[in-house]
């Protein structure tokens, strides 16, 4: 079983700051979603990435793999209140299109 | 926009009673997935279809649990008898078939149901 883990589990910040969430595995994946979830609604995806030592931006969101395919890390530069949610990591391995999510961050940006 | 269906929204049962939900993925989506997703944690994956054949139950408590995908298309999870440690979310994801995850493939989830059993 490939396990993600996420920290931390919860995060309170005041808008503005910036953050680093992170996610590793012992486990090598052909590829890693973040996902960002709002109470009562399903995950909403921000981004794959699919290279060692790949990194991408979406506006003032940073994301990062690993080079060795095993962690990834998202960056969130000065946090607005609108990006408030659980934000969760999830691995793709095997055959089968596999998604295997992490516990998620709690991300709270307090105006 | 093309969006998964999960029906119903909410759901509050007693316990040992028989439940069912009903998912409706994006159209030409030929892999479908059931997650549950308890508070505050991580969805965790029930089973996974690729048309109308199970690929992946390991993780759904086959004693109660069961779901079926008659004509690949839409999808049902039946839950008998209900138990108090059921109560989570429980959602639909869909994504196009055959495809490697990459910068173009996404799984798309519903809204979810919200099961209470009381």
């Known amino acids: 079983t490939q396990l993600l883990e996420q920290s931390p589990q919860f995060l309170s910040i005041q808008e503005g700051e910036n953050l680093t969430v992170y996610c590793n595995s012992s486990s090598v994946f052909s590829s890693l979603q973040w996902y960002r979830q709002e109470p009562g609604e399903g995950p909403v995806l921000l981004v794959t990435?699919?290279?060692?030592?790949e990194v991408k931006k979406l506006k003032r969101l940073t994301f990062q793999f690993g080079d060795a395919r095993k962690d990834s890390s998202l960056h969130i530069t000065a946090a607005q209140t609108g990006d408030t949610g659980l934000y969760l990591c999830a691995g793709e391995g095997g055959s089968n299109y596999k998604l295997t999510f992490g516990k998620g961050t709690l991300l709270t940006v307090n105006p | 926009e093309a969006e998964v269906a999960q029906s119903p929204r909410y759901k509050i049962t007693e316990k040992s009673q028989a439940v069912a939900f009903w998912c409706d993925p994006i159209s030409g989506h030929a892999t479908l997935y059931w997650y549950r997703q308890i508070l505050g944690q991580g969805p965790e994956l029930l089973v996974q279809f690729q048309d109308e054949s199970v690929v992946d139950d390991s993780q759904l408590p086959k004693d109660r649990f069961s779901a079926e995908r008659l004509k690949g298309v839409d999808s049902t999870l039946k839950i008998q008898p209900a138990e108090l440690g059921d109560s989570a979310m429980y959602l639909c994801a869909s994504s196009r078939e055959g495809m490697v995850w990459g910068d173009n493939t996404e799984a798309f989830f519903g809204q979810g149901t919200r099961l209470t059993v009381v």
């Open positions: 990435v699919v290279t060692g030592g």
